[in-house]
């Protein structure tokens, strides 16, 4: 079964800095998605950012990056410039190919920007 | 351009009442249809998903039931909720040219006292 873990329940940054958020992952298959969510305090789950495991050029959003590391099995999120409305819960997420719509989600990182 | 919606936003019901949560998809046409439930301050657990009208499968056992009566159309239903019940529902949607990736309703807050 597949496992998705985030080893950082709370991170802050102050406002214009970078973070780094940690995921790291467990499965069998070859192909498969992964995605960072952000969940803000409205409770929307957001897409922030998706990477498809067959490309090896690492996905970028705007001020969003990811560092995906098939072979360590690890994906984490970089944010640039940080803003206050960045302020949020992200969790990282894996879907299966063969599983589609089936997200297994990490526990989540609180991150706060300060000002 | 691709929406969803899901309602109500919140409700409080009691222990043994019927529960209807209703979402829809607008601008895409036969999208993958999901429930999520969210417990408190936790990733989400698929509950059901659809690939078409009547055609539902549910991932956990529990209380819950889902329908999908039209293409855009997707709910959530309990005849008798139990306190368990409580927690976040998301309703989500995939498909058409965005292949693979999921995309969330604003999500309904359910307490049952």
């Known amino acids: 079964a597949q496992t998705v873990t985030q080893s950082q329940p709370e991170m802050s940054v102050q406002e214009a800095e970078t973070v780094t958020l940690s995921c790291t992952y467990d499965t069998s298959e070859s192909n498969y998605y992964l995605f960072w969510y952000k969940q803000p305090p409205s409770r929307q789950m957001i897409l922030v950012i998706r990477q498809e495991a067959y490309k090896q050029q690492n996905a970028t959003e705007n001020r969003f990056s990811v560092n995906f590391q098939k072979a360590a099995k690890s994906f984490s999120l970089k944010i640039s410039d940080s803003q206050l409305g960045d302020t949020a819960m992200y969790f990282c997420?894996?879907?299966?190919?063969?599983?589609?719509?089936?997200?297994?989600f990490g526990q989540g990182t609180t991150l706060q920007v300060k000002p | 351009s691709q929406t969803i919606h899901q309602w109500p936003a919140t409700l409080v019901q009691p222990v043994g009442s019927p529960l209807s949560l209703e979402c829809t998809v607008e601008g895409t046409s036969n999208p993958n249809l999901y429930w999520y439930r969210q417990a408190a301050g936790r990733g989400l657990q698929l509950l059901f998903y659809?690939?078409?009208?009547?055609?539902i499968s549910s991932e956990v056992p529990q209380n819950l039931s889902a329908s999908r009566p039209q293409d855009r159309q997707f709910i959530l239903s309990s005849k008798k909720l139990l306190l368990s019940d409580s927690g976040f529902y998301l309703c989500a949607w995939s498909g058409g040219a965005l292949g693979n990736t999921i995309y969330f309703g604003e999500g309904s807050w359910l307490t049952v006292v």
């Open positions: 997420a894996f879907m299966s190919s063969s599983n589609t719509g089936k997200l297994i």
């Open positions: 659809s690939i078409g009208i009547d055609q």
